[in-house]
């Protein structure tokens, strides 16, 4: 009865609206070098689902806009995009004439831009390579300058993880349960089939998803949408690989209704700019769409992108004044070859359907998603028997220097010739330690990989109702599940014929079900299952008038986590085995915003929300390789945000000025570190609760064409991201139950607070100024250049250290006597690192030859060859001041902090012909 009431009023409405000679948009798409018209060109209004493709004359027509001002946005693949400022009045139509595309001579510039985030900068096996292309969608002077410039010195958008943004093929989220980040490496290398996307910057509103405080990226990857024809492409590189190749071909939508794609690429090197990265990466694409008529068409499309990587690692700067900025301790030679202990393999498959449903007023998108193989990482392994580490402490010149009884300057030299003779990996050596006959085939040294098998089926749906020509509502929801299996592996027993699953350091069975004896391909040390599910659906309301547009958007959301252990751990007992206690979050999120045009060139944004959201998969347990704990108290994470933006358009002249802020409430991390603490020595899971956050800044982008052919831009950032209070601190001893461990025989302690409030986010740089210039002749080439500053960056803070077990001394249980609160705060200083400036060059050329395109592109980053730090971490194995204040006395700490160096001077070339 209620709804039918409801009709009945709102009836009247939406006749009147819809029974009105409603204003549209008509021109014509051209190509600017042929001046043929474009078949198939998108053509969208911003911020709404309202878009057409253009047909085979290249003519368009968007009809139903409500009065006021709107962004059209016009893009092809293989054109530069074009955004057009259109004033719509109450009943007149608009006729745009002729739109000229250009050809995009830098297609295929660049792989994704590269964000790091804070636990890659802590975790020296992830290395500092996360990629992530949420960025590469903007069209906004500022954000393409983060993307492709800024991004090479960690730079990322307001201090934010990759997490924050929700990145979607085809209307369906990608983001992983388990730590929230897109995994960019599963399309990687299919650049000329990921280009179609849409950005959705900040708390702004998307048609297809709530998103997060980043916003939203949806890749369109439609085999009707793509160009038709073959295009290939040839790389050669120093940055992440040597060289790429790749093909992509379209069938364009045949009468019959069908369209196929497929792409193929291959990047490889045996040795990329870090010593000893190895990069073998292959990509596959194949997309199948029929269009039943007009308004249906289902597609079904299929990737596969198993890439292998060797990681890289952070020094200390006692190994970066040995080495230079581009050693890497993970690797040695093998019968001549390199081979690094540490590469990551990732396989894994997906399959995506989707059908579509495109009505003058009502849009459907529903999908399905499955995804299915594996991601590892390698390790070096050691048990009773001397660390194989090039760069452990013991083996440095330091080492002798910080001894205790003094400094042995004849011993730190000898240890300094010796590294600089024998700096990497002797895999020879751990092969002779594993054949020795005392050994009696027990490897003491294996080569095993940290394996996570996952299989994840995503249902999501997208609708878009357009009420009137000036209300529209936008709802979807998603479910996913997701089954994870979590094992080290053995790759290889290097000459050994097999390995005693025992913890070294307790003498405890890992298994105590299993045979302790472990052989190649076996499974040991730990394996068990996170079965986890996530449901969130969200509705969004949208309304506007000549003079504002304003949205408010809703969202809920349930996610629950459960462990099952499969080995009985000697340590852990009946806690590692069988399931875990399910952990269940319920969330809920609130975002609006309002647009207000002083004129059609002065525009005014002002958005804000609130998002509360469970904790990701990786800090929900406290140690689920072992046991089934969960850690104590963990609740769901909040952010608050607020953003407002002033927008100046003129022909020649576009500004855009961005403040913010964002407050992180109720954030969980969790850490693994061996520490000298107050409390006593060992390998221990750090799990830290009640984090505060702080983002709060400024962002400015100009861009003005000073002629035809010259154009100029300048954008600044200025942040300052910091921790607003301080976290509680627990800590879990990997060596609990030992009859000897007189610490903490149940292996938890609580430490209380840290006080971390005020310190400094380690982010990346928090304030970055770039100005640039662009020269584009008639003649079809061009040139570019960018000069970068960044500042304000910090390495990011030990969490241990800055609780009240670092003035304990842990022979006596009394405060240290030197441990005053001016040498503390001396001690725990953060670190700034240096500020640096970069010059980034950039050029191409195209040519129309006989109806083929041919391309070149190159570009240089860091002309000057600057030496850079772009990141760093204290270490935590210092954990009272005594071990801290003895390490850094002489100026050559063992465990000084840990960095992460920015490539030197790097180019890419790109060679592309398209038929």
């Keep these: 009865m209620k709804q039918k009431l409801l009709l009945f009023f709102l009836l009247p409405y939406i006749h009147y609206s819809f029974a009105q000679t409603l204003p549209k948009i008509t021109g014509r798409v051209m190509d600017l ?153 599963n399309w990687g290398g299919l650049n000329d089939v990921t280009r179609n996307q849409e950005l959705s910057f900040g708390l702004s509103a998307s048609p297809y998803h709530f998103g997060g405080v980043m916003g939203s990226t949806n890749i369109s990857m439609r085999a009707s949408e793509y160009r038709p024809g073959l295009r290939v492409s040839a790389s050669a590189s120093n940055r992440f690989y040597n060289g790429r190749f790749m093909a992509t071909y379209s069938s364009g939508l045949g009468k019959n209704g069908l369209a196929y794609s497929v792409s193929a690429s291959r990047r490889w090197a045996e040795e990329a700019y870090m010593d000893g990265t190895l990069y073998d990466a292959w990509s596959l694409f194949g997309a199948v769409e029929y269009k039943f008529n007009d308004k249906n068409s289902i597609q079904l499309m299929g990737i596969f992108a198993p890439n292998r990587r060797g990681s890289s690692a952070a020094v200390t700067e006692e190994v970066f004044e040995l080495a230079g900025r581009t050693y890497n301790p993970y690797w040695g030679k093998q019968d001549g070859k390199i081979r690094n202990s540490r590469e990551r393999r990732i396989e894994e498959p997906m399959a995506v359907l989707s059908y579509f449903y495109e009505g003058s007023n009502f849009r459907l998108s529903a999908g399905a998603a499955w995804q299915s193989g594996k991601y590892s990482r390698g390790r070096l392994g050691y048990y009773n028997a001397p660390n194989p580490d090039p760069v452990y402490y013991r083996y440095l010149p330091g080492f002798y220097i910080n001894s205790p009884s003094g400094a042995n300057f004849e011993s730190a030299n000898l240890a300094r010739e010796g590294f600089r003779e024998n700096p990497q990996i002797d895999w020879n050596t751990l092969y002779l330690a594993n054949t020795n006959p005392f050994q009696e085939g027990k490897s003491a040294y294996i080569l095993y990989d940290d394996t996570a098998r996952d299989t994840q089926l995503t249902l999501n749906t997208t609708a878009n109702i357009r009420l009137s020509s000036s209300v529209t509502v936008d709802a979807g929801a998603t479910y996913r599940t997701l089954t994870s299996e979590n094992y080290a592996y053995i790759r290889d027993l290097l000459g050994g014929e097999y390995h005693e699953d025992k913890d070294p350091f307790t003498d405890t069975a890992n298994d105590l079900n299993g045979d302790p004896a472990k052989h190649k391909g076996d499974k040991f040390n730990y394996d068990y299952t996170i079965n986890a599910g996530h449901a969130q659906g969200f509705v969004q309301l949208k309304a506007g008038r000549k003079k504002w547009k304003a949205f408010l958007a809703g969202s809920l959301g349930l996610t629950r986590y459960q462990r099952e252990g499969h080995f009985l751990n000697e340590r852990f007992g009946e806690n590692s085995l069988g399931k875990s206690k399910e952990l269940r979050f319920s969330d809920y999120a609130v975002k609006g915003g309002i647009g207000y045009y002083i004129t059609g060139r002065h525009i005014v944004h002002v958005n804000g929300g609130y998002i509360s959201r469970a904790p990701t998969l990786q800090n929900a347990f406290v140690n689920p390789r072992e046991n089934n704990e969960a850690v104590k108290g963990i609740t769901s994470e909040t952010m608050a945000s607020g953003e407002v933006s002033y927008l100046l358009r003129f022909p020649e002249l576009k500004v855009k000025l961005n403040g913010y802020y964002t407050r992180f409430g109720d954030v969980t991390d969790v850490n693994f570190f061996y520490v000298d603490a107050g409390v006593g020595s060992d390998f221990v899971q750090e799990t830290v609760t009640g984090i505060e956050k702080r983002h709060l800044g400024g962002e400015l982008g100009i861009s003005y064409q000073a002629s035809p052919e010259v154009k100029l831009s300048a954008v600044a950032a200025y942040g300052e991201f910091t921790y607003t209070g301080n976290a509680d601190v627990a800590i879990n001893f990997d060596t609990a139950g030992r009859e000897e461990d007189l610490i903490n025989p149940e292996g938890f302690l609580n430490l209380g607070e840290t006080s971390i409030k005020d310190y400094n986010l380690a982010t990346g740089p928090q304030q970055a100024y770039s100005f640039g210039i662009e020269y584009r002749d008639p003649g079809y080439w061009w040139v570019g250049m960018t000069a970068n500053h960044l500042a304000e960056n910090y390495a990011d803070i030990s969490i241990i250290t800055r609780t009240d077990s670092f003035y304990t001394d842990p022979d006596t249980g009394e405060p240290f006597p030197g441990a005053t609160e001016d040498a503390v705060a001396a001690l725990l200083k953060q670190e700034k690192l240096d500020n640096f400036y970069l010059l980034n060059l950039t050029g191409g050329k195209s040519w129309l030859i006989d109806g083929k395109y041919i391309g070149v592109f190159i570009s240089v980053n860091n002309v000057f060859d600057q030496v850079y730090r772009t990141g760093g971490y204290e270490q935590s194995r210092n954990g009272n001041f005594g071990q801290l204040s003895s390490d850094m006395a002489r100026g050559m700490p063992s465990f000084g902090p840990k960095y992460w160096y920015g490539f030197g001077r790097t180019y890419f070339l790109n060679i592309a012909v398209s038929f």
Excluded: C
């Design 33 to 185: 070098h042929t001046r043929a018209p474009l078949k198939g060109v998108n053509i969208r209004i911003e911020g709404t689902a309202l878009r057409q493709r253009s047909g085979t004359t290249g003519k368009f027509a968007l009809s139903g806009l409500s009065p006021g001002h709107i962004y059209l946005h016009i893009s092809a693949d293989g054109y530069l995009s074009k955004t057009l400022p259109v004033a719509i009045t109450d009943s007149a139509n608009v006729y745009l004439g002729d739109i000229f595309m250009e050809p995009d001579m830098a297609r295929g510039l660049s792989e994704n831009p590269i964000i790091i985030t804070e636990n890659d900068l802590a975790d020296d096996e992830s290395g500092a390579d996360v990629a992530s292309g949420i960025l590469q969608a903007a069209r906004d002077v500022y954000l393409q300058r983060a993307a492709f410039d800024l991004s090479q010195a960690f730079f990322k958008v307001r201090g934010y993880d990759s997490r924050e943004g929700i990145v979607m093929i085809n209307g369906i989220p990608m983001n992983k349960i388990f730590n929230g980040r897109p995994q960019w490496n």
